[in-house]
């Protein structure tokens, strides 16, 4: 490990991303730099999502080109928030403060937010030098590579919450009027902040982790004890949202952790109204398999699993199962008009 750390040092993308930034602690940066990071301004980065590699060389995309039809290939894998994040999720597979990553060294003093017309700019940039490496890849076509290298889409659901960066809408504006699509995946924690905006993402995601406030905490370990009823104001504005863009709840359940009480599940589907619904197992990767969390492999559910959760929400909700995606452990649930007018909506 001590000689890894060491040619690090010598790693010319290190030495740029070090000169480049400010805000994050060496340490942090080169463990980011290993996971192949892409570090954008002092606090964004883009990272190259395992579907777009695959659809590169002429695989299989994603779910959401699945689901949705985004090009895989020529999709954006993104954050505005590196290292900002008011949840700790035990099955999140993602980096949080854990062990010797110690968070409150950033940002470091005089931190500043990076503009989201540079931040826009910068993460175009990273992604198009990405994907470059891909040039010269035998499994992959020309035609396939020079799309990539003009990405379309933009998933903004990397790591952190996107909604902590104070000039998210603005963010979203400039992917906009450079002519991409946008996905934003948020807990819902400001709900406050979002009611305020006019541009909105092509497609809104807020994760739907836990059943009640009981399991909220204990599962998801919330920043603060009031972030559950921030959750809760959200699911209220979400129908008005959905007049205004294509809107999604997402469910990532563990076994034994999350998976309980599935009509409050349900309640919290019917106060939101989202046009989609996906019922998706967590995948025992990454930060996940840290022993501090207590999971193993058996916390995933089995697909078979997943299709009978779905298909007993959607009977609680009236919406129907539309499409599933075997590797993904998910399935896609989507609003059902006709039923969904002879249920009533209620809260508990």
């Known amino acids: 490990m001590g000689r890894q750390r060491k040619d690090l040092e010598k790693n010319k993308y290190y030495k740029s991303a070090r000169g480049k930034n400010r805000s994050i602690p060496s340490p942090l940066l080169k463990l980011l730099i290993r996971q192949k990071y892409h570090i954008a301004g002092e606090h964004s980065a883009a990272k190259l999502c395992h579907w777009s590699g695959e659809a590169l060389k002429g695989g299989e995309g994603c779910y959401k080109n699945k689901f949705y039809g985004i090009s895989s290939h020529r999709c954006l894998q993104c954050t505005p928030v ?69 990405p379309m889409h933009v998933a903004i659901s990397l790591t952190g919450e996107p909604t902590m960066y104070p000039h998210l809408e603005k963010l979203l504006d400039e992917f906009h009027r450079r002519g991409l699509t946008t996905f934003l995946v948020t807990n819902g924690t400001f709900p406050e902040q979002i009611e305020k905006w006019k541009t909105y993402p092509t497609q809104f995601y807020v994760s739907m982790v836990a059943p009640n406030e009981q399991v909220y905490r204990k599962a998801i370990r919330p920043a603060s004890t009031g972030l559950w009823k921030k959750y809760l104001g959200m699911l209220r504005l979400m129908p008005a949202i959905g007049e205004k863009t294509r809107t999604v709840l997402r469910m990532t359940l563990t076994r034994g952790v999350n998976d309980s009480d599935l009509e409050d599940y349900a309640n919290q589907v019917r106060v939101a109204q989202p046009h989609y619904v996906e019922v998706k197992s967590m995948v025992f990767v990454g930060g996940a398999r840290l022993k501090e969390r207590g999971l193993s492999s058996g916390s995933m559910f089995e697909m078979d699993e997943i299709d009978g959760i779905a298909e007993k929400l959607a009977g609680m909700t009236g919406y129907a199962v539309s499409e599933r995606h075997v590797p993904s452990r998910v399935v896609l649930l989507r609003r059902d008009a006709e039923a969904e007018k002879k249920r009533m909506i209620k809260w508990q």
Do not use: T, Y
């Open 82 to 150: 590196l290292l900002f994040c008011n949840h700790a999720c035990v099955f999140c597979w993602r980096m949080m403060p854990e062990r010797k990553l110690k968070f409150e060294d950033m940002p470091c003093k005089g931190f500043s937010w990076d503009e989201p017309e540079k931040i826009a700019k910068w993460l175009i940039e990273a992604q198009k030098e990405i994907v470059s490496g891909f040039g010269g890849n035998p499994k992959v076509k020309k035609e396939l590579f020079g799309e990539a290298m003009e």
